[in-house]
C-alpha cells in the first residue's frame, strides 16, 4: 500500500492558509468507500431492518420455542436404550437440531441479505452522484470494490450477530455446544459474498435495483436446480441437454451443495465434497466481479 | 499566466504546461442503441484555460457544455481526441487530484450532515483526518452554514445545497475549480457571496472553470470565455477584447422625417420609443454628424449614450438565436436541444 503524499501550496488564503497534505494511499479510499456503505445502510433502514429482523428471530429462540423440548427428548430416548447407543442417539439429535437451524438461517440470511442489499449498488450510479464521484481522484474498480465490500461488511456483521446469537441460546439453553455450527457464519457469508457480484454485475448494466433482486433470486434457485443433476441427468433424453446441464452445473454458483457442506460439517462428517464447490463458486464471483468492473470502466455517467 | 506547475514524480519534460485545462480535437459521439444513430455531442473542441484565468463557458442547452466537463473529469469517455489538467493525461486518476468540481443537478447523499458529506469527499481526495477536521469548519463558515454542519443536509434549501457543494469543492485545496452552474437555485443575496468567495480565490492564483447558462454571471466574473454551439466551439477570446466592440445610441425628440432618414442611413438601428427615436450608430464620427444634422433640423436631443456590445448581443450573434435572451440574461436554449435530447436513450 502506497502512503506517497504530496504537498499541494495553499490557494485558498480566504479560508484557511495551512498546506494541505494529500495522501495517494489507495487503503484511505477504500475505508471511506466501505463507510459511506455502511451510512446509507443505516439510512435507508437496510441496516436496521436486518438487524431488527435477526433480533426477531433471536427473541424467538430465546423466548418462545421450546429448546427443553429438545432436552425432553434426549432424556425420553435416554431411558430404553443402553449407554453407548444413548450417548450417540443424543449426539446426533442435537447435531441434527443444530443442523437444521443452521439451514434455516442459511437460507433465511441469505434471501434477507440479498433483498437489502439490492439497492446499494444502483444507488451510487445514480447521475449527479456518480459524476462527482469519479471527479476524485479515485480509479473505477476501486468504487465499485468499495461499495461491494461495504455492503458485504454489513451482511456479514448481521450473519455473525445472527448465528452466534442462536448458537449462544441454544447452547445456554441445552448446556450442548457444538461449535461446528459457527461454520454457518463464514459459509453464509461466503454464499452471500458470490450472489453479491451479481447483483453488482446486474447494478452496473441496468442501474436498477429490482433487476438485480430479480436475477440474484433466480440464480439461486436455479443453482439449486442444478445441483440435482444425477436425478434429472437420468430423465433428460439427449446428450448434448445433459452436458449444457453438467455445463451449467459447473458454471453457476453452488448455493445448494455450499448449504450440504454446511450440514456435513455440523453433522461431523466429513464433507467429502468440499473443495469443488468452494472454489468453482469462488470463480464465478471473481468473473463476474471482472465484467462488472470491465463494464464500468467503459460506461459513460 | 506564467506560473507553471508539474507533479511530485512527473517528467518535468511532458507534465508541465502553462494551462489548467487543454483539450486537442476533443470529441463525443453518442449513438442510439438500436440504431445506431450518431449524435456528436461535442465536435473536436481544442481549447486552452491558462492557470489563474476566470473561463467561462456558454452555450445553449445541448451544445455540449457539460459533456464536455465530464469528458475532462473522465466522467464521459472522448469518442476522439485528448484532454489534459495541468499537462497531465485527464484519463488518469491523479490529474483529478487538484481539481475540485461542482457538478451540475448534484444528488449528495441525503444520509449525510454537511459536516460528514464534507468529510468524506475530503477522504477520497486524500486528505487527512486532521486536515478534514480542520477544513471542515473553515469552509462552513466560508459559505455561512456553521450552524448546519450537524444537520442531515436532506433538511437544506437548493441554495444551501449550492453552498455546500462549493465547500465541497474547494476542501482539498483544490488548484483548478470546475464550476457547473453554480448559483442555480441561489438566491440574489448568495449569488454575490459566491462570486464573492470566488473572486478570493482567484487572486489566490486558482483556475474557475465556470459552465452557466447566465449570461451576465459569466460577463461579470470571467476575464475569458468560448461559446459552443451544437458542439462546435463557436468563439473563443478575452472577455475585455470581445466587449470593445462600441456604438452610440442618440435618443431625440421632435425630429422631422427629412432628418430621420438621414441619420437611418448612418445608424446601425432605428427604433421609436413612444415619443422619442433611437438612433444607434457604430461610431464617435458618425455620431458627430448625426447629432449636427439633428441639431440643424431643430430635433431635440434626449440623451447620446456610448455602449459597448453586451455579451447577450455577441451570444445572440454567434448562436444565430433570435429568441430574446430574457430579462434574465439567460441563455435561450430551446431551439437547440438537440443534443440534450439525443442523450437519453443512448449510448456511446
Known amino acids: ?301 | 499566466m506564467s506560473s507553471r506547475c508539474a507533479f511530485k514524480g512527473e517528467n518535468s519534460e511532458s507534465m508541465t504546461s502553462d494551462y489548467a485545462i487543454e483539450t486537442d480535437g476533443l470529441q463525443k459521439i453518442y449513438r442510439t442503441r438500436f440504431t445506431g444513430r450518431a449524435f456528436t455531442a461535442v465536435a473536436g473542441l481544442t481549447l486552452r484555460v491558462p492557470i489563474g484565468s476566470k473561463f467561462g463557458l456558454l452555450g445553449a442547452n445541448g451544445a455540449g457544455k457539460t459533456t464536455f466537463v465530464k469528458m475532462l473529469l473522465s466522467a464521459v469517455r472522448p469518442t476522439a481526441g485528448r484532454a489534459s489538467l495541468f499537462g497531465r493525461d485527464a484519463q488518469e486518476e491523479e490529474s483529478r487530484r487538484p481539481v475540485g468540481y461542482l457538478p451540475e443537478n448534484h444528488r449528495f447523499p441525503t444520509y449525510f450532515t454537511g459536516a460528514g458529506m464534507l468529510d468524506f469527499y475530503g477522504a477520497l481526495s486524500g486528505m487527512s483526518a486532521a486536515d478534514r477536521k480542520r477544513r471542515i469548519v473553515e469552509l462552513l463558515e466560508l459559505v455561512g452554514l456553521e450552524t448546519w454542519g450537524d444537520v442531515r443536509i436532506k433538511k437544506y434549501s437548493k441554495g444551501m445545497l449550492q453552498r455546500l457543494g462549493l465547500a465541497q469543492a474547494l476542501m482539498h485545496k483544490p488548484r483548478l475549480l470546475v464550476l457547473d452552474e453554480p448559483t442555480d437555485g441561489v438566491d440574489p443575496a448568495g449569488r454575490r457571496h459566491i462570486r464573492d468567495i470566488l473572486n478570493g480565490l482567484t487572486g489566490a492564483g486558482v483556475t474557475i472553470f465556470l459552465n452557466s447558462h447566465l449570461l451576465s454571471e459569466v460577463e461579470t466574473f470571467c476575464d475569458y470565455v468560448a461559446i459552443l454551439r451544437q458542439g462546435h466551439l463557436a468563439l473563443e477570446g478575452k472577455m475585455s477584447s470581445l466587449l470593445t466592440k462600441q456604438g452610440v445610441v442618440i435618443t431625440v425628440r421632435d425630429v422631422n422625417e427629412q432628418a430621420q432618414r438621414l441619420i437611418a442611413g448612418m445608424a446601425s438601428t432605428t427604433r421609436v420609443v413612444e415619443d422619442a427615436v433611437e438612433f444607434t450608430v457604430p461610431t464617435p464620427l458618425e455620431a458627430n454628424r448625426s447629432i449636427d444634422v439633428l441639431r440643424a433640423a431643430g430635433a431635440t436631443i434626449y440623451s447620446v449614450i456610448p455602449t459597448t456590445s453586451s455579451l447577450e448581443d455577441i451570444f445572440i450573434e454567434i448562436t444565430g438565436s433570435s429568441r430574446n435572451a430574457g430579462a434574465r440574461g439567460e441563455i435561450p436554449g430551446a431551439e437547440e436541444t438537440v443534443a440534450a435530447a439525443a442523450m437519453s436513450g443512448v449510448h456511446q
Do not use: C
Request: no cysteine.
Open chain 1, 1 to 301: 500500500m502506497s502512503t506517497e503524499s504530496q504537498v499541494l501550496r495553499p490557494p485558498l488564503t480566504a479560508a484557511g492558509s495551512q498546506p494541505i497534505h494529500l495522501s495517494t494511499s489507495p487503503l484511505q479510499v477504500f475505508l471511506a468507500l466501505i463507510w459511506d456503505t455502511v451510512q446509507e445502510a443505516r439510512a435507508r433502514w437496510l441496516f436496521w431492518g436486518l438487524f431488527g429482523l435477526s433480533t426477531l428471530l433471536i427473541l424467538f429462540f430465546l423466548f418462545i420455542l421450546k429448546i427443553d423440548v429438545v432436552q425432553g427428548a434426549i432424556s425420553f430416548m435416554g431411558l430404553p436404550a443402553g449407554a453407548g447407543r444413548t450417548v450417540f442417539s443424543i449426539e446426533k439429535f442435537v447435531r441434527s437440531a443444530y443442523m437444521f437451524v443452521a439451514i434455516f438461517l442459511y437460507v433465511w440470511g441469505t434471501f434477507l441479505a440479498i433483498f437489502a442489499s439490492a439497492g446499494l449498488i444502483p444507488s451510487v450510479l445514480e447521475p449527479g452522484r456518480i459524476g462527482l464521484l469519479l471527479s476524485k481522484p479515485v480509479s473505477r474498480p476501486m468504487l465499485l470494490l468499495g461499495r461491494y465490500a461495504g455492503t458485504l461488511l454489513v451482511v456479514a456483521l448481521n450473519n455473525t450477530y445472527l448465528i452466534a446469537s442462536i448458537y449462544l441460546i441454544i447452547g445456554w439453553k441445552t448446556d450442548i455446544w457444538y461449535h461446528s455450527f459457527l461454520y454457518a457464519i463464514p459459509l453464509a457469508t461466503f454464499n452471500f459474498a458470490v450472489i453479491l457480484t451479481v447483483v453488482v454485475l446486474i447494478g452496473v448494466l441496468s442501474e436498477s435495483a429490482a433487476l438485480s433482486l430479480m436475477v440474484a433470486v433466480a440464480l439461486m434457485f436455479i443453482s439449486s436446480l442444478l445441483a440435482q443433476r444425477q436425478i434429472v441427468v437420468n430423465l433428460l433424453n439427449s446428450e448434448w441437454s445433459r452436458q449444457l446441464w453438467q455445463a451449467l452445473y459447473w458454471i453457476i454458483p453452488k448455493t445448494w451443495e455450499l448449504g450440504k457442506v454446511m450440514r456435513d460439517l455440523i453433522l461431523r462428517e466429513d464433507p467429502a465434497y468440499w473443495i469443488a464447490p468452494l472454489w468453482t463458486s469462488a470463480a464465478f464471483g471473481v468473473a463476474v466481479f471482472l465484467g462488472a468492473v470491465a463494464r464500468f470502466q467503459r460506461k459513460d455517467y
